[in-house]
């Protein structure tokens, strides 16, 4: 059975949640790897909208096992929040949800040190979700991180907090001027989420190797973006963790050995949330309208989300650094209205047209887009249920995406509900899961 990885391939946003909620009755398994609750994916069944920060999308789909994997850092109260509004939902948790013994915990003062941060960064600043992400795996690299598993032993807790929470009193009242922490106050609460927690927590490596072994099927669901990795980015305008598909392995502990595919998300446009160079940002009234027609604002934080035009250097870099074999395009309906369709199809740099994403953040920074510009449709694109209900000018720009990125695409949404989704000819998802025919026609 196949293990398939599902990446971002702009900077976060693209829809993952509507594609992993799509994939998970076709596989057994649905493992987060990266990111904390940062994320948010959004998922719409019938008049139920979910959104999800740290629970993978599959939680939806009774039966389907869902791990959050080391590479995950997770916020335990909010993490608890999302796992009562569920069970008010009636999902089901117990012996479907599984967190890794590893994975580092966003204690309280990860956030505060977060906000201190960006305050001092000034113009600099990364535009963060502010949820202590960043400072949390500052922590995880420092190796004075505090894990799940330490919820689970009071005395080794109390030992690292104690340590934890000196050092960054001192930086928080020192450096920040800002408020500081009390261990016992901490203690108290995070002893709390301990006994919450403790039924879910365990070798998630371990199990998923078993699991694997007996022939289940795993979904890594990425969460931010290719352009949001802390290696392969825009760096250090980028979250803190291993986005990419590479993370899948560090981020659960299943070997690239035993994973079979990559499946990358990319919107028909793009946004990008927070600081950081963008090369095929809108401006003026199209911007406005896209962001109205996508209802681009976060999901986690509500921020308006910038909007720029599909990027295909963009779009190649990320199956180069993924290994993408497939695409699954998003939002084609959000362009329904416009009169021209622009495509970044490469960077104006002082005097060069780059054709590869610059590693410089320099480059990038000062990179100006060259367009090539198709018309635009001006037809409903919602509703169709395979490419040759398209309209003839939509198809040509899917075309032209596809011949740009160099991969077929495999999966075509033109709404947020499951059934606005139209399965693409030869899609090299059938590859993977013949059953996803039955189940989108
Ligand atoms: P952090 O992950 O909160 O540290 O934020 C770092 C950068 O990543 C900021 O630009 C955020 O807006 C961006 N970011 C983090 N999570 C997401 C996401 O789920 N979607 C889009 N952008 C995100």
């Known amino acids: 059975m196949p293990n398939i990885v599902v990446v971002g391939t702009q900077w976060g946003d693209e829809g993952k949640g509507k594609v992993v909620d799509l994939l998970a009755p076709h596989v057994n398994v649905v493992a987060r790897f990266a990111g904390g609750n940062n994320a948010g994916h959004t998922v719409v069944v019938g008049r139920e909208k979910y959104v999800l920060h740290t629970i993978p999308s599959g939680i939806l789909h009774p039966g389907c096992r869902c791990v959050i994997g080391c590479g995950v850092v997770v916020d335990p109260g909010s993490l608890i929040e999302e796992m009562e509004s569920l069970v008010q939902r009636s999902v089901t948790l117990d012996g479907n949800l599984f967190i890794s013994k590893n994975a580092h915990l966003i204690m309280p003062y990860h956030p505060a040190l977060d906000r201190a941060s960006e305050a001092m960064l000034g113009k600099r600043r990364i535009g963060t979700t502010g949820k202590g992400v960043g400072p949390a795996y500052v922590d995880k690299a420092a190796r004075v991180g505090i894990r799940m598993a330490d919820l689970l032993n009071e005395g080794l807790f109390r030992e690292k907090l104690e340590l934890n929470v000196a ?70 305008y980028i979250t803190s963790s291993s986005t990419t598909a590479g993370g899948a392995s560090t981020g659960t502990g299943v070997p690239p050995t035993r994973i079979h595919g990559v499946l990358g ?85 002082r005097g060069e047209v780059l054709t590869e994403f610059p590693e410089d953040e320099n480059v990038v920074a000062e990179a100006e887009p060259v367009y090539e510009e198709v018309e635009g449709w001006r037809a409903p694109t919602g509703g169709a249920k395979n490419e040759a209900d398209l309209p003839a000018k939509a198809r040509r720009y899917l075309e032209r995406l596809e011949e740009l990125v160099e991969v077929p695409f495999c999966l075509i949404s033109t709404g947020p509900q499951r059934d606005e989704t139209i399965l693409c000819e030869d899609s090299p998802l059938l590859r993977w899961f013949p059953s996803v025919r039955s189940s989108l026609t």
Request: aromatic share 12%.
């Open 265 to 349: 998300v990319s919107k028909a446009y793009t946004t990008r949330v927070g600081g950081g160079p963008f090369p095929s940002e809108m401006s003026g009234a199209i911007a406005e309208e896209i962001r109205a027609r996508g209802h681009e604002y976060g999901a986690t934080t509500g921020r308006p989300r910038r909007c720029g035009w599909f990027d295909a250097i963009v779009g190649r870099y990320a199956v180069r650094i993924n290994g993408l074999d497939t695409v699954a395009l998003t939002k084609l309906d959000v362009l329904d209205q416009c009169e021209t369709v622009k495509l970044c199809v490469g960077y104006r740099y």
């Open 167 to 236: 050092q960054k009193n001192r930086v928080l009242r020192e450096i920040y001027d800002a408020q500081t922490f009390s261990v016992e106050e901490i203690l108290n609460q995070y002893l709390r989420y301990a006994g919450w927690l403790a039924p879910y927590i365990t070798d998630t490596a371990l199990l998923l190797s078993r699991w694997i072994d007996n022939g289940y099927s795993v979904l890594f669901e990425g969460a931010q973006a290719t352009m949001l990795d802390v290696d392969h980015g825009t760096y250090p």
